[in-house]
């Protein structure tokens, strides 16, 4: 895979002389084979300079560090896969079809392109401070299509009303970071429509409504069916309690009649 998956809308670096709009671009496009190549701390200012036809001084007159740099190459990659996302969307009814989508979708970035799925998972674990980063935003602005499609989900009955979506997105994309990363580190295949299925099938079903749950005198919560599979255990216990007392009394009262017959004998 080549940088153009990356900064795709990038074109080839030309000749060394260009304007501003076409030098920035040229070295946006060295960045990202260079960061894809290589971890962020071993990528070097002067190996992407080299690539895109400049000196290092050029590369700071558009970028104020080699971070910024990086951060910009990201927003490059996650404009067009977020541009990608809203044209796709617009055209699906329904939150499973959406559902079904998004995880494809994120899935296809670690089966088409596993360098940038890679590049993306490194950062995310490895940058000092990540929350508040240009990359914790990136990935913000990219999840909220999920936590809308958790929302339509639960406001058709779809999903557990009383479910937190945050909580329920941070799973999901755990559980796909997890499958790709698996997948990248094992140097297996990612059967994208199989896992996706699989996944939605598990998000969708595990998390639609069941029988209504009630609070019981202890404070524990049981599902109304459970409560009633138990009365009726009670209920049948009872009648046959009810049934042997009848029985009882039955035998007893038979008995009196024949020691009264017997006395007045």
């Avoid at 999840?143 to 979506?165: H, I, K, Y």
């Avoid at 749950?213 to 009633?228: K, R, T």
């Amino acid at each position: 895979m080549t940088a153009r998956s990356i900064a795709s809308s990038v074109p080839p670096v030309a000749p060394r002389r260009r304007r501003g709009a076409d030098r920035r671009t040229s070295i946006l496009r060295a960045a990202a084979e260079v960061f894809l190549d290589h971890p962020f701390e071993q990528a070097s200012i002067a190996e992407i300079a080299e690539r895109a036809g400049c000196v290092e001084g050029t590369i700071y007159t558009y970028f104020g560090s080699k971070r910024e740099l990086l951060d910009a190459v990201l927003a490059d990659f996650y404009d067009r896969l977020i541009g990608d996302i809203e044209l796709q969307l617009e055209r699906l009814s329904g939150s499973r079809a959406r559902l079904e989508f998004l995880v494809r979708r994120h899935l296809r970035i670690g089966a088409e392109e596993p360098r940038v799925a890679a590049l993306i998972i490194r950062e995310s674990r490895t940058q000092t401070v990540y929350f508040g980063s240009a990359l914790h935003a990136l990935n913000r602005r990219y999840s909220r299509f999920l936590l809308r499609a958790l929302a339509d989900a639960q406001a058709c009955g779809e999903m557990r009303a009383d479910l937190d979506p945050r909580l329920v997105r941070d799973m999901v994309f755990g559980g796909l970071e997890h499958v790709v990363w698996n997948a990248l580190g094992r140097g297996q295949p990612l059967d994208v429509d199989a896992r996706a299925a699989m996944l939605v099938s598990l998000l969708i079903d595990g998390l639609r409504p069941h029988a209504p749950v009630i609070a019981a005198p202890d404070g524990s919560a049981h599902a109304l069916g459970a409560l009633e599979a138990r009365l009726a255990r009670i209920e049948r216990r009872l009648g046959a309690e009810s049934g042997a007392d009848a029985g009882s009394r039955l035998a007893a009262g038979r008995g009196g009649t024949r020691t009264s017959r017997r006395r007045q004998g």
